[in-house]
Structures are given as C-alpha cells and as structure tokens.
C-alpha cells in the first residue's frame, strides 16, 4: 500500500550506507509525492479563499489593501513560504521537514487566531459581518477546512519523519515492531 505522503531530503548529505530512496518512493521531479501536492495545493486555495473572506466581509484586513499592519497582513507571508516549498521540493532540496515547519506553524496559526479563547477574529467576526447567515457559515467553513487540511498536512507528515530519524519503534531480532 503505497504512503498518503511520502517524502525524504534527498542529497548528498545522507550517511554512508543510508538508503536514501528507490524510483517507488520518490515522486517524479521532487521529493514528495502527487498527494503531499495536492494536499498543499487545496489548503492553499482554503487559504485564498479565506484571505478573500476577509476581503469581501471588510473586516480584520491590513496592509496591503489598508494602512493597517496587523494579523492578516502578517498571514500573507504563508504564499512565498509555499511558492519556496513547492520550488525546493520540486528540485529535490526540502520535503517533510520544512512541510511539516510550515503546517505545523500554520494550523497552530490558524487555530489561535480564529478559535482559542484569545482569538484576535473569533467565529462570530467570521459568521455575522454578512446579511445572509448562509455566506456567514459557509465563510466559516472553509475556515474550518483550512485548519482541518493544514493540521492533517502537519499529522501525515510525521511518520515520514519519524522514520527517516529511526524513531518508528523498538524492533526485536527478527525485524518486528515491538
């Protein structure tokens, strides 16, 4: 059965000996494989979405549409840290670790800002800026879904990591995981 994500740093720092990879766990032109890039690439759109929830419900939004350096104007970073992960792991010089940095960062991000008792942008700021409370759920929503993808992006690339340090479980002589 083949990994939802499968991903290593492939390069010439790998020990002697360390199996780096085989043609079936590297994905052609990168380090990750056609579901890691879809994942990032639908909360990617999530993450658009949302950027322009705020835009079109006209609150909590910064610079660069209004003078105001605040929170959403600090979230815009995400999009050069995803056009440079998706550039170094097409080219063979990021994968699990720096998407499981970014992931991670951002669904604790998105969590904090939007759901934890000191949310900056609460679910009502999302919900009931709009006349018809179906646009006010459904904004709240893809909400729901980015911190859902971005936070499930974060858990599936765990194991890979976990693998590549060793750390996936004691092992008996014959081979089995304890």
Do not use: C, K
């Not at 790998?14 to 579901?35: F, I, K, M, N, W």
């Not at 929830?53 to 929170?71: A, F, K, S, Y």
């Not at 720096?98 to 759901?115: N, P």
């Not at 018809?132 to 990591?161: E, H, K, R, T």
């Amino acid at each position: 059965m083949d990994d939802p994500i499968r991903s290593d740093e492939f390069d010439d720092r790998t020990a002697p000996g360390e199996q780096v990879d085989s043609p079936r766990d590297r994905a052609p032109g990168g380090t990750l494989g056609p579901r890691a890039y879809l994942l990032f690439a639908v909360a990617t759109l999530l993450g658009l979405a949302h950027h322009l929830d705020h835009v079109i419900r006209g609150n909590h939004v910064g610079w660069p549409l209004t003078p105001e350096v605040n929170p959403f104007t600090y979230s815009l970073v995400i999009y050069p840290l995803v056009v440079l992960g998706f550039t170094l792991s097409l080219t063979g010089r990021a994968g699990a670790r720096y998407w499981t940095v970014v992931t991670t960062l951002g669904a604790g991000m998105l969590t904090f800002f939007h759901l934890s008792p000191w949310a900056v942008e609460p679910p009502g700021d999302v919900i009931l800026p709009y006349a018809n409370p179906v646009f006010g759920y459904a904004a709240f929503a893809i909400l729901l879904a980015l911190i859902l993808v971005v936070a499930g992006g974060s858990a599936l690339l765990v194991p890979p990591l976990e693998a590549r340090a060793g750390v996936s479980g004691r092992r008996s002589p014959g081979g089995q995981t304890l």
